[in-house]
């Protein structure tokens, strides 16, 4: 059995808190398109609640990631012969990927989604308005999501690989262009359901 070392403990804290990462992500997308295809105000409080209380916390698990992530580097020289530094080209595309990513949630993502929570908390129960629904599929909220969630993946893809900084480059810029057409196609998906959900909704008697 071999020894616990300083660096397997980094590695371990490092890898964990990106799988935990991506179990967060994975709700708040599932919560976007859940949300998307709510038609009642009923319906879609409960979603929003899931979104207010996982969407400020990536900043924390950001910070936890770098955190470990240079201890990581710290503690490389000890590990067999790998010696690493901030300079290599994969550990700085990640590191300069990784605050952009979180650079941009945190001005654009993280602001309309807090609207868009407070939207749908303040709305009346019944139907969910044409503006609010609109605002379900906000563009900032949607494409800034998969950018920061599958661009993370390639920063993944070059953390395990430790390709050459241009080759590393081009493995985010790959994740962040497939997370764009995803987007772009659950929006698609949800914009074609929108009007039946509205024709079934003025459809429905009034009640007096």
Same mark, same amino acid.
């Not at 979180?102 to 609207?115: Q, R, V």
């Given at each position: 059995m071999g020894d616990i070392t300083q660096y397997n403990v980094a590695l371990f804290l490092h890898v964990g808190v990106v799988i935990i990462t991506f179990m967060i992500a994975a709700v708040l997308h599932a919560a976007l398109n859940l949300l998307v295809r709510a038609e009642t105000a009923e319906e879609a409080r409960p979603i929003a609640r899931v979104v207010h209380r996982l969407d400020p916390l990536f900043p924390f698990f950001a910070l936890a990631i770098l $955190?470990?992530?240079f201890w990581l580097i710290g503690a490389s020289p000890k590990h067999g012969d790998d010696h690493w530094k901030v300079g290599d080209g994969w550990i700085l595309t990640a590191l300069i990927a990784l605050i952009a990513i979180? $650079? %941009?949630? $945190?001005?654009? #993502?993280?602001?309309?989604? @807090? @609207?868009l929570v407070? &939207?749908?908390e303040a709305a009346p129960n019944g139907p969910l308005s044409s503006e609010l629904r609109a605002q379900t599929r906000d563009p900032f909220i949607w494409y800034v999501g998969h950018t920061a969630t599958v661009g993370? %993946?390639?920063v993944v893809f070059?953390?395990?690989?430790k390709p050459s900084g241009g080759v590393a480059v081009l493995a985010v810029v790959i994740g962040v262009l497939v $997370? +764009? &057409? #995803?987007?772009? +196609?659950? #929006?698609? %998906?949800? &914009?074609k359901s929108a009007p039946s959900a509205t024709a079934s909704t003025a459809s429905s008697p009034a009640t007096p």
């Open positions: $955190g470990f992530g979180e $650079g %941009l949630a $945190g001005a654009f #993502l993280a602001p309309h989604a @807090k @609207k407070a &939207a749908i993370f %993946l390639g070059v953390m395990t690989n $997370g +764009w &057409a #995803l987007c772009y +196609w659950q #929006l698609a %998906l949800a &914009a």
